[in-house]
């Protein structure tokens, strides 16, 4: 998700960078707008090192090049690739721009060429809020359906003490949040996730490995962090980047996953195995390539079972979720995995289909508990990583499972 995240010019401005970054906590993409007036109390440079994208400060040198068609135009594009437009703070004068429908800077076009949902917030000295003209303005804009977080009162730079002060952004960042539909669901919660495949090394140049792309549980830990969870990711080699916020550590073998995920499980509440770990190594590898000097055999032995040796360790409170990739008899193979190993539930998914298989941007999963069974039909793997993160939620409604102190 994108929101465009208007900065006018008042003391509170230096507030909005601490929005920037809780909407990028939130998994939200954040291109800041600033007037010119906000740029006399906060540099374009902060936004632009906070967000990671370019700042846009006029019409005609937006980003600070020069006047170009490109720049003319940019209101338009930005105003059809936004989730939402957020201004805070929110004085009075652009208050009575939208309320007035007056475009005469990057912002109150921005306003007038977008469809998105609007969320402000105001601050000014007690008597500008108070004044019968901003009240009106105020009003004209919720029939609009603007969303208004209202100011605190207190202290204001101006030395008057009363309404007008900038709500924190807290609760800016959750109005926001709530307008988008977005839930902090996972905030109290640390999470678990083994991701992709491990390899077996044969010989230097060989080994032995599958076809999964990490690319379920890699949503899987995305969703997490966006509804506000702690992620740690144990992730074997794959051809994705993580996400930015989750903690990662990177894994080849079976082994080293096992001792990568046993030495953080202490951390966690719950936890996910989605990696599709092998299931076989080589009894003793070779240092040297093995050349091809007619039929060859391999030494085979089973590799560590990650999702026992979890089972065997985990605490009351934790909750255990595995993955099967099924090719043949999926439910009933999932049931006997979900027994064997202990598990809270399972995600079993048909990899026979090439369309929903390994590599796919899409999955169909069915998840098992002991006593339901959840059919998720196609949908992109995004989709279907916050279905898995629901169930995990009832479960831990059902069980009573505390979470554990930090």
Known sequence: MKVALGVCGGIAAYKACEVVRSLQDAGIRVQVVMTAASQEFVRPLTFA???????????????????????????????????????????????????????????????????????????????????????????????????????????LACGMVGAGRLADPEEIVAAVLATLGIVRDLAAETILITAGPTREPVDPVRFLGNRSSGKMGYAIAEAALRRGGKVILVSGPVALEPPERADVVHVETAEEMLRATLSRASEANVIIAAAAVADFRMRIGSSQKIKR???????????????????????????????????????????????????????????????????????????LTANEETAIPRAEKSKIAHRILDAVLKLKTRSGKAVPAH
């Open 49 to 155: 090192a906070l967000s990671g994208e370019k700042v846009i400060t006029g019409l005609w040198h937006s980003g600070g090049v020069q006047p170009n068609l490109d720049s003319a135009i940019e209101h338009i594009s930005l105003a059809q690739s936004i989730d939402a437009l957020v201004v805070a703070p929110c004085t009075a004068d652009t208050a009575a721009k939208f309320a007035h429908g007056q475009a005469d800077d990057f912002l109150s076009t921005l306003y007038l060429a977008t469809s998105a949902p609007v969320i402000i917030a105001p601050t000014m000295n007690v008597e500008m809020l108070k004044h019968p003209a901003t009240q009106e303005n105020l009003s004209v804009l919720r029939k609009r359906g603007v969303r208004i977080v209202e100011p605190g009162s207190g202290y």
């Open 293 to 367: 000097n007619g039929p060859m055999s391999l030494d085979l032995e089973p590799t560590a079972d990650i999702l026992a040796e979890l089972a065997e360790h985990r605490r009351p409170d934790q909750l255990l979720i595995g993955f099967a990739a099924e090719t043949k008899d999926a439910i009933e193979n999932g049931r006997a995995k979900l027994r064997k190993k202990r598990l809270d539930a399972i995600v079993v998914n048909d990899v026979s289909n090439p369309e929903i298989g390994f590599d796919s941007e899409q999955n169909e999963v069915t998840i």
